[in-house]
C-alpha cells in the first residue's frame, strides 16, 4: 500500500544544539537564529503547500523546541495539529543534557570507538536502535493522511532511513538541516530548501 504524502520538518536551533549538549527527551529553547529558520520553513512550507492540492494534517513531537517551532509554522500554515509521542527525539537516558566532555568524565569509556552517529546508542540506560527504528515503523505505518510531521534531528534521520529502507549505518549518516525539511513521497525523499517566496513589508 502506498503511503500518503509526508513533509518532514525539524525543530529551530536551540540553546543546547549551539552548545553541543545532548538535548534528546530534555528541552531548552530556540536561539534567535532557530527562530529565523522556523520562520524561514514555515515560508517554504506554505509556497510547497501551495503547489501541492492536497489536504494535509500536522502532528508534532511534544518537546518544548518542537512546539515553539510549531507555533511559529501554524503563524503562517494555520493548520490544527496533533501531538504524538512517537516523533519524539531518541533519550540517551542519564546522559540526555550532558555535553560529550561530560559523558566522558561521568562514563569514563562508554564514548571509546564511537563516532558522531553511533555515540547516541551508547548509553546504558538510553533507546537503542532497534527500538527507534520500530518506534518509526509503527508511526509511519499508521499514517492514512497527507501529514506534516515536525520532529528532531536524529529521530528523523531515522524516520528517513526506515521509509527509504536505509542500513542502519546509511540512515545515522544522513544530514538533518534546520533551514528546510523533507517531501517523503512514492519512495523518494526530496529536499525543500532554499529561499522563500517572502512578500515585501508595505512601505
Known amino acids: 500500500m502506498a503511503l500518503p504524502t509526508l513533509y518532514l520538518l525539524r525543530h529551530g536551533e536551540t540553546v543546547w544544539n549551539s552548545l553541543g549538549r545532548f538535548q534528546e ?10 527562530v529565523e529558520q522556523a520562520d524561514q520553513v514555515a515560508h517554504l512550507l506554505f509556497d510547497a503547500l501551495c503547489n501541492d492540492d492536497q489536504l494535509f494534517q500536522m502532528q508534532i513531537s511534544p518537546l518544548g523546541r518542537v ?40 562514563f569514563p569509556g562508554h564514548l571509546d570507538g564511537s563516532n558522531a552517529f553511533d555515540l547516541y546508542f551508547r548509553a546504558p540506560d538510553g533507546e537503542s536502535l532497534d527500538d527507534a527504528c520500530k518506534r518509526a515503523m509503527s508511526w509511519i505505518s499508521d499514517i492514512r ?3 506534516i510531521v515536525i520532529s528532531h534531528g536524529l529521530f528523523a534521520r531515522i524516520l528517513r532511513g526506515v521509509f527509504l529502507g536505509l542500513s542502519k549505518h546509511e540512515m545515522l549518516e544522513l544530514p538533518v538541516p534546520q533551514d528546510g525539511f523533507y517531501r517523503l513521497d512514492d519512495g523518494r525523499c526530496d529536499l525543500v530548501t532554499g529561499s522563500p517566496s517572502i512578500p515585501a513589508p508595505v512601505q
Not at 25 to 34: A, I, K, M, V
Not at 79 to 91: A, I, K, N, Y
Request: proline share 11%; glycine share 6%.
Open 25 to 34: 527527551q530534555l528541552d531548552s529553547p530556540l536561539t534567535p537564529r532557530g
Open 67 to 106: 512546539r515553539e517551532t510549531a507555533e511559529r509554522i501554524k503563524a503562517k500554515v494555520p493548520l490544527p495539529s496533533v501531538d504524538d509521542d512517537r516523533p519524539v527525539e531518541v533519550t540517551t537516558g542519564n546522559w540526555d543534557g550532558m555535553t560529550r566532555f561530560e559523558i566522558d568524565n561521568k
Open 145 to 147: 493522511h497527507p501529514t
